[in-house]
């Protein structure tokens, strides 16, 4: 049981490109998120997938798409990178049986755009 | 007003130390507050929950809610340099299990 997953680790970008960030979890939980984290920001949730077929905008959602490709994948999409969007990228999820607010995360994304 | 507010730090103690963490929240329906824990270069992770109002105790950490002020506190004793990391309050807001989080702290305890 790996839990969360996500690919790359690691990931440097110029301006203007463009990559997807995959997530994936083997726990069969219906809600899964994307965040971002910045120092003195704290998590800041980019999109949410409450259930499969499903997506919501969060706080911060300008300059990235997700798809909930399936219950077990959730991938976000950075269509134009900026500098601004150099950040360490968590995916999470939970299921509401484990209890309101029990959300696990992958180990993260640390993206840097050039 | 965020809906959820915590003091950055850093927040440095010697071993053994009695550890207080504080956040305070901005609307009083909120019932489920946790604190999650994280590692450096790691994703976080639950280490506790506690729903409306009181004290719950889990080994050496303890939770506190205290709705008439809006304060969450977290307290560890017998602090351990295993507890160094970042500790994040959040809120469960009720919709779609989201949760708003604060800035998170970070804790060293030195040996």
């Known amino acids: 049981n790996a839990g969360v997953t996500q690919t790359p680790k690691f990931q440097v970008l110029k301006t203007g490109q463009s990559m997807t960030l995959q997530c994936a979890q083997d726990?069969?939980?219906?809600?899964m998120y994307w965040y971002r984290q910045d120092p003195g920001m704290g998590l800041r949730l980019i999109y949410y997938?409450?259930?499969?077929?499903?997506?919501d905008k969060g706080e911060v959602p300008n300059g990235y798409n997700v798809s909930r490709l399936n219950k077990r994948e959730f991938s976000l999409r950075l269509e134009s990178a900026a500098p601004s969007q150099t950040s360490v990228y968590f995916c999470a999820s939970s299921v509401r049986d484990r209890g309101p607010g029990t959300q696990y995360f992958g180990p993260g994304t640390r993206l840097l755009v050039l | 007003q965020k809906e959820v507010e915590q003091d950055p730090g850093p927040l440095s103690v010697p071993e053994g130390a009695i550890v207080s963490l504080n956040c305070t929240y901005s609307n009083s329906a909120f019932q489920y507050f946790m604190w999650y824990r994280q590692y450096s270069r790691k994703g976080p992770e639950l280490l506790m929950y506690?729903?409306?109002?009181g004290n719950k105790e889990d080994g050496r950490f303890t939770a506190q809610v205290d709705k008439s002020s809006k304060y969450i506190s977290l307290f560890i004793r017998d602090s351990q340099p295993s507890d160094s990391a970042t500790y994040l309050c959040?809120?469960?807001?009720?919709?779609?299990?989201?949760?708003?989080f604060g800035k998170g702290i970070t804790l060293s305890v030195r040996p």
């Open positions: 959040a809120i469960y807001t009720g919709a779609n299990s989201k949760l708003t």
């Open positions: 726990m069969n939980h219906n809600s």
């Open positions: 997938s409450a259930s499969e077929g499903t997506t």
């Open positions: 506690t729903y409306s109002s």
